[in-house]
Each structure stands twice: as C-alpha cells, then as structure tokens.
C-alpha cells in the first residue's frame, strides 16, 4: 500500500499544507529497517521566520515517527552522521539518507531524491564504534552492571550487535537491510575468521535463566562484546 494510502499521515500533511501554504516546498516520507520511519519536510530558502515554520510543523508530528524539518539549502545535512548514543536512541542517521533517496515517496510539493547526497560510510562506522566505547559503556553497561539489570543488559548488547552490522554492511554498499537476514549478510560480506569467531561466541552465550543470571555469566557476555567490537574496528 502506497504511503499517500495511509489515511493517518494526511492528518499531518493537511494542516501544515495548510497554515503553511506558501513556506513549503516538500514532504516526503521515508521508510527504514530499525524503525517505522518518519518525515523530512523542506521549507522554501527563503523562508524568514524558519523558527515559526518548525515550530508550526513539529506541533502536527505523528507520535511514532520521526521528523526532521529544514531549507531547501541545508538538505546535505541529512547526511551527517547523527548521535550515536546507545542505549539511550535508536540513530536513524546512517541508512536515513539511502531510504529516502531510494524508497522515499513525495507526499506533496517538489521531489528531492536527487537532492540527497550519500553519507561516507566508512565515517559512520568508525563513529558508531566510537559512539558504544563511550555511550554504551557508561550509560548501558556500567550502568546495569551496577544497578544488576543483566537482562535489560543482553538485551541492549544483542540489539547493538545487529545494528553495528547493519553500519559496516553501508561500507560495502550495502543499504537494503533484512533484520531477519542481517546476520548471515553480515558474515558473507565480511569474512574475518577472527570477527566470525567472537560473534559466534557472543551470541551462542546461553545463560540457564535470564531471571537468574550470575555477574560473572553477564561479564563474559560484555567481553565478548568489547571482544566484536575491536574486531570490527579492525575491518573499518
């Protein structure tokens, strides 16, 4: 079903359309492999009060996607990398750009996928990397190993995992993501027998409960980790 289908997002599009009539210049919307999505709405460069225009957009946002609101002039800035703050967010930053340029739909005014640059890859990977060395270890691992929330813990780890894959495939040019999939893409894109091996181990960790799961059990869990981590960015 086309997105133009869907009758909820005309509860959005229609009254910034209309107290907007003559400031926009595109709405699209954009799909995406970890989320439901969201919309990159574009106002006229000339736009004065580029505040008020955003302030008037972002009231009408749809809860459960996201929403990014700029000029006609400042579309390469849907490239930039993003916050790469796990756990806290899910960035839709990386694979953002190729969904829209790709699998976008125009919802109303001018069509912008050729506008939309490509990302460096390689960037975003090394930048994810780095974002789980300082986000994911204070505010996901040291933070639950403290407070013992060791299920929440594996939880936070395994998602992580698949999104660090779903970052290196980019640099192989591969954008089009399967979740269900995305392991054994990630394994015939990458062939380090070292890189293999500590993900194996990682995610083959059985613990008999994960109501009762012992510190040293989630220690090996964070090792292995820290383990695929360095591996990876061995690759980058």
């Not at 009060?49 to 009408?60: H, K, S, V, W």
């Not at 809860?63 to 579309?75: A, I, Q």
């Not at 995305?182 to 015939?188: I, S």
Request: glycine share 6%; charged share 20%; proline share 6%.
């Amino acid at each position: 079903m086309s997105v133009l289908q869907n009758t909820g997002f005309s509860t959005f599009i229609e009254p910034c359309v209309k107290a907007l009539p003559n400031a926009l210049y595109s709405i699209f919307y954009y799909p995406h492999p970890f989320t439901d999505g969201g919309f990159v709405v574009v106002v006229e460069e000339d736009v004065t009060d580029f505040l008020g225009c955003a302030g008037t957009i972002y009231a009408e946002a749809l809860p459960g996607y996201s929403l990014h609101v700029l000029r006609t002039n400042e579309l390469d800035m849907l490239t930039a990398p993003g916050m790469f703050a796990p756990p806290m967010q899910i960035n839709e930053k990386p694979h953002l750009p190729y969904y829209l340029k790709y699998k976008g739909e125009c919802l109303y005014g001018q069509d912008i996928c050729d506008q939309v640059s490509l990302p460096d890859p390689h960037f975003l990977l090394t930048s994810h990397i780095e974002g789980c060395y300082d986000y994911l270890r204070r505010y996901g691992i040291l933070s639950s190993l403290i407070s013992q929330k060791y299920k929440s813990l594996i939880e936070a780890l395994d998602w992580e995992a698949k999104a660090l894959m779903a970052t290196a495939v980019l640099t192989k040019g591969i954008w089009e993501i399967d979740l269900a999939a995305l392991e054994d893409l990630f394994f015939t894109t990458f062939t380090s027998p070292s890189l293999l091996e500590v993900y194996t181990q990682f995610k083959n960790l059985s613990f008999a409960s994960p109501d009762t799961i012992m510190q040293p059990e989630i220690a090996e869990k964070v090792w292995l980790f820290e383990s695929f981590l360095r591996e990876l960015k061995g690759v980058a």
